[in-house]
Antibody, heavy 121, light 113 residues
Framework: EVQLVESGGGLVQPGGSLRLSCAAS????????MSWVRQAPGKGLEWVAN????????YYVDSVKGRFTISRDNAKNSLYLQMNSLRAEDTAVYYC??????????????WGQGTLVTVSS | DIVMTQTPLSLSVTPGQPASISCKSS???????????LYWYLQKPGQSPQLLIY???NRFSGVPDRFSGSGSGTDFTLKISRVEAEDVGVYYC??????????FGQGTKLEIK
């Protein structure tokens, strides 16, 4: 059974940093593209970033470029999102998701339960 | 960025009746490889999103056959042949022909009458 468990969310002040983690199990983590998708309170879904199997390709939504960094550790079956210079508009539930694709990213198929990040003073 | 527009934004359906959601993209989602990169998700209340349909019309593993997807180019439709109580939630379409960014529709909230 595919399992994705996010952690690391919490309350942070504007301008602060947070590192999210996602522990994967039930599949060969190193064989899949992975993504982060967020959802602001009461709002829709917004794709944030994704990363290739070996970490050699990464893509970001414009609003987080230069502030967020996606990374992975295949030896630990873990995905990360380093978030710096956080803003109020980054407040959201952040979901870790596995991708359908292999050679190219296609779309998330399995999602974690999410971790809430609140940016507020 | 490709804009995804869903209609309606909400619908109320009697159990056993059909439901239909439209999704229009601002650019064609047909790739030169012949595939169309349009996906449908359902987010049930209090849960994470779940993949229903991939590449316009393919049901994902475990998805009941009352769900079907159709369309081409820029116009797509998700249909539920007979709505059940467990189908309540918010439905999203998503495009992945352009990266970055992948973009989602605004969501369509399905309620049971």
């Amino acid at each position: 059974e595919v399992q994705l468990v996010e952690s690391g969310g919490g309350l942070v002040q504007p301008g602060g940093s947070l590192r999210l983690s996602c522990a994967a199990s039930g599949f060969t983590f190193s064989s899949y593209w992975m993504s982060w998708v967020r959802q602001a309170p009461g709002k829709g879904l917004e794709w944030v970033a994704n990363i290739k199997q070996d970490g050699s390709e990464k893509y970001y939504v414009d609003s987080v470029k230069g502030r967020f960094t996606i990374s992975r550790d295949n030896a630990k079956n873990s995905l990360y999102l380093q978030m710096n210079s956080l803003r109020a508009e980054d407040t959201a539930v952040y979901y870790c998701a596995r991708d359908l694709g292999y050679y190219d990213p296609l779309a998330p198929d399995y999602w974690g339960q999410g971790t809430l990040v609140t940016v507020s003073s | 960025d490709i804009v995804m527009t869903q209609t309606p934004l909400s619908l109320s359906v009697t159990p056993g009746q059909p439901a239909s959601i439209s999704c229009k993209s601002s650019q064609s989602l047909l790739h030169s490889d012949g595939k169309t990169y349009l996906y449908w998700y359902l987010q049930k209340p209090g849960q994470s999103p779940q993949l229903l349909i991939y590449e316009v019309s393919n049901r994902f593993s475990g998805v009941p056959d009352r769900f079907s997807g159709s369309g081409s180019g820029t116009d797509f439709t998700l249909k539920i042949s007979r709505v059940e109580a467990e189908d309540v939630g918010v439905y999203y379409c998503m495009q992945s022909i352009q990266l970055p960014p992948w973009t989602f529709g605004q969501g369509t909230k399905l309620e049971i009458k």
